[in-house]
């Protein structure tokens, strides 16, 4: 059994926050605070560690986009937010900011769950195909950097391609390292000893 999702609730407006509380705790949810706005956000949230942050606004301000870009960078986590009113440039702006959900008038204590659902599957997919981004680029920096320390051994000790990456493979086995590691190290030595 999973652990349920821990949430923080910003809203200043006690009706609306009250049809979320219930959305929240019919899906399970575990509250962890109230909070009645943005202020100082990045410590709360770093205080409280939730899951999931859920916010119910009227129209998200510019400083309030902020208040969640900041309180997010460090520790990426899904956001929910649910507004009364909207323009798509403060849509793209939320979701610039780090936003995973962005509803416009369609706060109702079912859709709380659906809506939180979504926020989630759509920031691991969107972290997901980040770190497969990441993952790549540096495989692209690692096959470069390969490439040019073969390209060293090949000169230097005269070895055709095929050789030259034997000997990076063999000391990347030897060290238990990864062979972008060891090709780092050889390109390193070879400035350092550079005539």
Do not use: C, W
């Not at 899904?78 to 416009?104: K, N, Q």
Request: hydrophobic share 45%; net charge positive; charged share 30%.
């Amino acid at each position: 059994m999973t652990k349920p999702l821990s949430v923080l609730l910003i809203d200043d407006n006690p009706i609306r926050a009250e049809i979320v509380e219930a959305g929240l705790r019919h899906a399970g949810y575990v509250l962890l605070a109230r909070l009645d706005g943005t202020h100082d956000l990045p410590a709360r949230v770093g205080a409280l560690q939730p899951d999931v942050i859920v916010v119910g606004i009227d129209s998200p301000s510019r400083d309030t986009i902020e208040d969640m870009r900041r309180s997010t960078e460090q520790q990426p986590r899904p956001i929910a937010l649910f507004a009364d009113r909207s323009d798509p440039a403060t849509i793209a702006a939320a979701m610039e900011a780090g936003v995973s959900a962005y509803v416009v008038k369609g706060l109702a204590q079912d859709r709380v769950q659906p809506v939180v659902d979504v926020a989630v599957a759509h920031f691991n997919r969107y972290h997901s195909m980040r770190e497969e981004l990441d993952r790549a680029r540096l495989s692209l920096v690692e096959r470069k950097t390969v490439d040019r320390a073969k390209g060293l051994l090949m000169q230097r000790k005269g070895l055709n391609e095929e050789a030259a990456y034997r000997l990076l493979r063999k000391l990347a086995m030897d060290q238990n390292k990864r062979i972008g590691e060891v090709a780092q190290d050889v390109l390193t030595y070879a400035r350092a000893f550079k005539t």
